[in-house]
T-cell receptor, first 112, second 116 residues
Framework: DGGITQSPKYLFRKEGQNVTLSCEQNLNHDAMYWYRQDPGQGLRLIYYSQIVNDFQKGDIAEGYSVSREKKESFPLTVTSAQKNPTAFYLC???????????FGDGTRLSIL | AQKITQTQPGMFVQEKEAVTLDCTYDTSDPSYGLFWYKQPSSGEMIFLIYQGSYDQQNATEGRYSLNFQKARKSANLVISASQLGDSAMYFCAFYSRDNYGQNFVFGPGTRLSVLP
C-alpha cells in the first residue's frame, strides 16, 4: 500500500543532542512537509520541499534542519539549538495542486 | 498572507445530531482549495473533504459536506448524524498558488465532542 512512514513513533533527546526523525513516502509525490504540533494546538510548518535537492524554511525553522536527497525521503534533524523540542512532529506529502496532503502517523519527541 | 480562522475552540453535539464547524479564510487569489482534516486522539491526520474555489457545487463525502460560501469566504464543515467516533480535533486548511512556495495554511482547529 502507498503511504507515508514516520519513524520512530517515540523519541527521547538528551540535552545538547541532535536527533533525526525519518519520513519516507512511496506515493511518488514531489512535495513534502514537516509540521510541529504542540498539545492542543494547530500545525506549524517547519520546512517544506517541492523537489529533490531543494527545500524552504517554514514559519518555525530555527533549530531544525532537513535534507532532500531522494524524492522518497525527507528527514528532519532537531538540533541542540532547538531549546524546546518536546512536541508531536508530522510529516506530509502532496501530489497535484488540488490534492490533499497525506500525513504520516507522527513522531512524539520528548526531552530526557 | 493567507489566513485561516476557526472561531470555535470546542463544540459539543448530541449523538445522531448534525453539527457545523466554522472556517473562514482570507485571500486575494481567485484560485485556491480548501481542505478539512480530522485528528483523533491517536494523532494521525485524516483527510475528509476538499472544495476548489471554482467548483460549482458544494463538496460532499458521505456524512461530510462543505457549506462553501465564496463571497463570504467561508467553508464550513457539516457532519450529519454524528457518531461517538467523530469526537476529535478538526482542522480547516487552505492552499493557493499565491502562498509562497505553495504551502498549506492550517487553522487552529476545533475540538468536537459527541455526547451519547
Amino acid at each position: 500500500d502507498g503511504g507515508i512512514t514516520q519513524s520512530p513513533k517515540y523519541l527521547f533527546r538528551k540535552e545538547g543532542q541532535n536527533v533525526t526523525l525519518s519520513c519516507e513516502q512511496n506515493l511518488n509525490h514531489d512535495a513534502m512537509y514537516w509540521y510541529r504540533q504542540d498539545p492542543g494546538q494547530g500545525l506549524r510548518l517547519i520546512y517544506y520541499s517541492q523537489i529533490v535537492n531543494d527545500f524552504q524554511k517554514g514559519d518555525i525553522a530555527e533549530g531544525y534542519s532537513v535534507s532532500r536527497e531522494k524524492k522518497e525521503s525527507f528527514p528532519l534533524t532537531v538540533t541542540s539549538a532547538q531549546k524546546n523540542p518536546t512536541a508531536f512532529y508530522l510529516c506530509a506529502s502532496r501530489g497535484q495542486s488540488n490534492q490533499p496532503q497525506h500525513f504520516g502517523d507522527g513522531t512524539r519527541l520528548s526531552i530526557l | 498572507a493567507q489566513k485561516i480562522t476557526q472561531t470555535q475552540p470546542g463544540m459539543f453535539v448530541q449523538e445522531k445530531e448534525a453539527v457545523t464547524l466554522d472556517c473562514t479564510y482570507d485571500t486575494s487569489d481567485p484560485s485556491y482549495g480548501l481542505f478539512w482534516y480530522k485528528q483523533p486522539s491517536s494523532g494521525e491526520m485524516i483527510f475528509l473533504i476538499y472544495q476548489g474555489s471554482y467548483d460549482q457545487q458544494n463538496a460532499t463525502e458521505g456524512r461530510y459536506s462543505l457549506n462553501f460560501q465564496k463571497a463570504r469566504k467561508s467553508a464550513n464543515l457539516v457532519i450529519s448524524a454524528s457518531q461517538l467516533g467523530d469526537s476529535a480535533m478538526y482542522f480547516c486548511a487552505f492552499y493557493s498558488r499565491d502562498n509562497y512556495g505553495q504551502n498549506f495554511v492550517f487553522g487552529p482547529g476545533t475540538r468536537l465532542s459527541v455526547l451519547p
